[in-house]
């Protein structure tokens, strides 16, 4: 407007997989991996800080033996185990569902 003259635009580019306009970025199982260590490492700390917090003795008795030990480190054995029966549990299932798959006849695709 000022009689000055203006640089030329630059010519516009098809956005590449790094420069996408506007759109998130693409979800990898790299990415997702890096995510999932991060929250473990956070936990794991939040779970040292919670057994080091605890180190007041408790007796523990458990079919006939009979003992003391940190209340932090029974209250992580207690957590694992129940940990544990979840696991068991949701395998169970997922082996009975995948045998009721095997088991159903294929349905004809149109």
């Known amino acids: ?6 640089p030329a635009p630059e010519p516009s580019r098809a956005p590449g ?9 693409m ?5 997702m991996a890096w995510t999932a260590t991060i929250a ?12 080091v ?3 007041d ?7 006939g033996l009979d ?12 957590a694992v185990g129940g940990g544990v029966l979840v696991a068991v549990a949701g395998a169970v299932r997922i082996i009975q569902l995948r045998a009721r798959t095997r088991r159903a ?3 004809p695709r149109p």
């Open 53 to 55: 917090q605890n180190q």
């Open 57 to 63: 003795s408790a007796r523990v008795r458990f079919f």
């Open 67 to 78: 003992g003391t030990i940190s209340l932090g480190i029974a209250l992580l054995i207690a």
């Open 1 to 6: 407007m000022n009689g000055e003259p203006q």
């Open 27 to 31: 979800v990898t199982r790299a990415g």
């Open 105 to 107: 006849p294929a349905t």
């Open 17 to 25: 997989p790094a420069q996408s306009a506007g759109r998130r970025p």
């Open 40 to 51: 473990a490492l956070v936990l794991l700390i939040l779970l040292i800080a919670f057994i």
